[in-house]
Every structure is written in structure tokens, then in C-alpha cells.
């Protein structure tokens, strides 16, 4: 029997039951190659710090090498409130993604995986992902298999397909997951909608598709709501999506609607683009 994101969340009404997440996957040094400056990043590592800025409890389980950036990625991570007990620290190199800031909006470049390439959780890392209440990854973290067994063991599961809702390997579990985020800001209103019908007969999850600057949509199963943007000034889109997805989990685990998470999204975002650098 699926469990849906409703008869999850369920169990997370009350407002003394803090829903504390593992962020699993990806974590990388963003380089800006016009500047020559660095930022520490990486999509599930980024919700699980914007998620401990908002208030909430967080860890984050990845792969680090053994050098300066994988130094620099432990402090950081740390710094920032985030439980790393679980880290990976490996022969090798840390993840480097080359960036360019054109008007404001992020270019990737070149990106190289190193250790994350062969990132894989362990039998202790998968015990101690079961002490949290909610789990969130992505396409680039290496796990998506996992998430039927994490899913059955009672946790909120929450997946991020990025721009590849469509073409990832990994829908094949949509079924497995709570809450599904993607980026759709290609599509008109009318095709974004009948796409995420088509997704929700696969799946019992809250789909979310993010627009741009034409804001965010989501799907229940029963109806659509949707949201704006949160007027800022632009410097760098880099985390924006991310954030965005700490601010909607971190109002909806406790117990706001969807209307109000959404906005909450928005705002989170809207702190995060006015910087340079995920955070």
C-alpha cells in the first residue's frame, strides 16, 4: 500500500514534534571562473543549511575528499549548524562546479564529481537516516534507491528532479516519494499543468515545479495552487531553488498549508539570491 504525503504528515501535527531532516547526495565548491572566488554548495547540502538558518534541525551525509576544499567543506557545513557525523571523507578530491554570473543568473560550467563519483550509503548511514523524521535528496546524490526502504521505515521522503523530471533514471521511484520538486520555468502555465497530472498518476506525492521569476506551482492530487516571486534585487541565482525548497518543507512540517509554504519559499529564495554564493 502507498503511503501518501498526507497520511505522513499526519503523524507530524503538533506543534512540540520538530521534524528534523537528512539531507543526502551531492555537495561541491562552486567556482566563479570571472573571479576567481569560491562558495561552498551542492543542492541537498544547501536545503539542509537553509533549513537550520530558518530554525530547523538538520544533517547532511555526503563525500568529501581528503584536501583543502574538503577541509574547508567540513568547517564550513559545521559552522553552519548542520550535523556531519556522518560525513564520507575519502581519498581524493572534493566536487568542483565552474560557475559564470550572466545578469545576475548562474551559468555551470564544467563539473567534476570527484569522490561523490562512487558515493554510496552505508548499513550505519541508513540507521541513522531512520532517527529523522524527513529525508531529502536529488538526482546528483547516488541514493535514489534507497528510498523505498527509507520510506517504508516511516520518513518523509522528498526528492528534487531538477531539470530532469522527465529524462532521470531516478522516476523510476516517483512512486517513493512525499514531495517532488522540479524546475519548469520552460514551459507555458497550460503544459506545466497537464505535465504534473501526468506525474501525479505515478505517483502519491505534493508535486512542486518551480517557474523562475514567474514563481512556483503545486499539485496536491486535488488541486493546484500557485504563487509569485518575492521582489529582490538579483545577484546571483545560485541556491535559489534550493532555498526555496527549505523554505516550503520548513513551513509545511509545521503544519501550514501549502498556500503558506509556497510563499515561504518564495521569501527564503528571495534572501538568497541578493548574495553571492549558495550561503
Known amino acids: ?76 557545513i559545521a559552522h553552519k549548524g548542520v550535523d556531519i557525523s556522518h560525513l564520507h571523507i575519502e581519498e581524493g578530491t572534493t566536487a568542483l562546479t565552474k560557475v559564470e554570473i550572466v545578469e545576475g543568473d548562474r551559468v555551470f560550467g564544467d563539473y567534476d564529481e570527484g569522490v561523490m563519483t562512487d558515493f554510496r550509503l552505508r548499513p550505519e548511514d541508513l540507521e541513522f537516516i531512520k532517527q529523522h523524521q524527513a529525508v531529502v535528496s536529488g538526482i546528483w546524490g547516488h541514493n535514489a534507491d534507497f528510498f523505498p526502504e527509507l520510506k517504508a521505515a516511516g520518513l518523509i521522503t522528498v526528492y528534487d528532479y531538477s531539470t530532469h523530471i522527465q529524462d532521470s533514471a531516478d522516476r523510476a521511484y516517483l512512486a517513493d516519494m512525499d514531495y517532488i520538486f522540479y524546475s519548469a520555468d520552460k514551459l507555458s502555465l497550460e503544459a506545466l499543468k497537464e505535465e504534473m497530472l501526468a506525474l501525479r498518476a505515478e505517483t502519491p506525492a505534493t508535486i512542486i515545479a518551480t517557474r523562475g521569476d514567474q514563481g512556483s506551482l503545486c499539485l496536491d492530487g486535488q488541486e493546484f495552487y500557485s504563487f509569485g516571486i518575492i521582489p529582490a534585487k538579483v545577484v ?44
Request: hydrophobic share 35%; aromatic share 12%; proline share 1%.
Open 236 to 279: 546571483d541565482t545560485i541556491g535559489a531553488g534550493d532555498s526555496f525548497i527549505a523554505g516550503f518543507l520548513y513551513s509545511r512540517f509545521r503544519g501550514q498549508d501549502i498556500e503558506a509554504s509556497l510563499k515561504k519559499g518564495a521569501e527564503t529564495s528571495a534572501e538568497t539570491i541578493i548574495y553571492l554564493g549558495a550561503w
Open 1 to 76: 500500500m502507498l503511503v501518501t504525503a498526507a497520511s505522513t504528515m499526519d503523524r507530524f501535527k503538533c506543534e512540540d514534534i520538530k521534524v528534523k531532516i537528512c539531507a543526502i547526495g551531492d555537495n561541491c565548491i562552486d567556482y566563479y571562473t570571472q573571479s576567481g572566488d569560491y562558495y561552498l554548495g551542492g543542492g541537498p547540502l544547501n536545503v539542509a543549511v537553509y533549513y537550520r538558518r530558518l530554525g530547523g534541525e538538520a544533517s547532511y551525509i555526503g563525500a568529501v575528499g581528503k584536501d583543502h576544499f574538503g577541509d574547508l567543506m567540513k568547517e564550513g
